[in-house]
């Protein structure tokens, strides 16, 4: 007869427990007054180039996730609170020195500041200002900038320790920052390119149609008659929008799910593969509709429902992908207690 456990007879658990609901309000008034001052000094610094990424977000539909960027660092954050709130502040070896003292020294768990970060912020600095009062400086980097800085700020504050637990919230910030324009048409051409060809060869397949493909238009005739105008794979088309979104997403799915790092690895390198598809299938079923319904059915509502449409699809086939990594192996752990015996794995008659 199974007995509801006493706590009494565990002994840690309740320490476990209060280590796993720890509270941002732990930080107290002198942390969060440093927080906010520091992000208010880099938001005055670099108001310039987040007033562009917002604006760019507000009115380029390529760019409409940079909005869902900032709320994922902030998750990702508070994932981590239990470790970033166990870390403990020592005093600064440098002012101890001035100050005769000998330094503490620096035990697990704890942190302090560290003066590369210093030294890296005044290289970013001076970079960022390169490239905003020269006329060689690169636009694309003023952003990239301000998130180095942010990264160096906190290597600065809290050290190592603490960057460890920050790198990722930091680094996804890299995709909302919008690519240059030429670089963007760059990787965009061939992927329409690709969806026009593979739409072109499945068109064929339907009786009566003759389709080919001229770079991204795809002319089509169909029971003797040309079908106008040409059915053309715009930008808008070429599933750069799902590809950046979809890998943005795959990277926070990677990094919130517990799993072994090669299968980490493989969902992050499969958004790619994934968005690709996906994009095909959209081009191939416009064209379809296109053909066998009429033109209408390829513009205004139609055609965002049908790319709306794709994020379940994408979303299935990684969600597919990964229970079929998670059913490769079957884990068979036994944890062992006073008394209590728990056996993980599958059951065996």
Not at 22 to 42: D, M, N, Q, Y
Not at 223 to 252: H, I, K, N, W
Request: hydrophobic share 50%; aromatic share 10%.
């Amino acid at each position: 007869m199974a007995q509801k456990a006493d706590s009494s007879q565990t002994p840690g658990l309740e320490a476990r427990a209060s280590e796993t609901d720890r509270a941002w309000s732990e930080l107290g008034p002198h942390a969060c007054v440093k927080i906010l001052i520091v992000a208010g000094l880099l938001g005055i610094l670099f108001r310039t180039e987040i007033g562009e990424m917002v604006h760019l977000w507000m009115t380029d539909p390529n760019w409409s996730h940079g909005f869902l960027i900032p709320l994922f660092s902030l998750y990702f954050i508070h994932q981590k609170r239990r470790e970033i709130l166990g870390l403990e502040s020592v005093r600064d070896p440098v002012l101890d020195v001035l100050a005769g003292r000998r330094p503490q020294r620096l035990l697990s768990g704890q942190t302090r500041a560290n003066y590369l970060g210093l030294l890296f912020l005044l290289l970013i600095l001076a970079f960022y200002a390169f490239n905003v009062v020269s006329p060689a400086g690169y636009a694309y980097l003023r952003p990239i900038s301000m998130i180095a800085a942010a990264g160096a700020v906190i290597l600065f504050l809290g050290g190592w320790r603490l960057i460890r637990h920050l790198w990722l919230p930091i680094l996804f910030f890299v995709f909302a920052v919008p690519l240059p324009r030429r670089y963007y048409v760059g990787l965009t051409m061939p992927m329409r390119q690709l969806s026009a060809d593979v739409a072109t060869a499945l068109l064929n397949l339907i009786p009566d149609v003759r389709a080919t493909a001229g770079g991204v238009i795809i002319e089509v005739v169909y029971q003797g008659q040309r079908l106008e105008p040409a059915l053309d794979v715009a930008e808008a088309c070429s599933g750069m929008r799902l590809l950046m979104a979809f890998l943005a997403l795959g990277v926070a799915m990677a990094y919130l799910h517990e799993r072994p790092f090669w299968q980490r690895a493989v969902l992050l390198a499969s958004t790619v593969p994934i968005a690709v598809f996906c994009n095909i299938v959209r081009v191939t079923a416009t064209g379809f509709l296109y053909v066998l319904a009429g033109q209408q059915y390829t513009q205004g509502v139609y055609h965002d429902m049908l790319g709306l449409s794709m994020l379940p699809l994408a979303f299935g086939l990684y969600g597919l992908l990964a229970w079929f990594m998670s059913s490769l192996f079957i884990e068979d752990d036994t944890e062992t207690g006073e008394g209590v015996v728990v056996r993980k794995g599958a059951n065996h008659e």
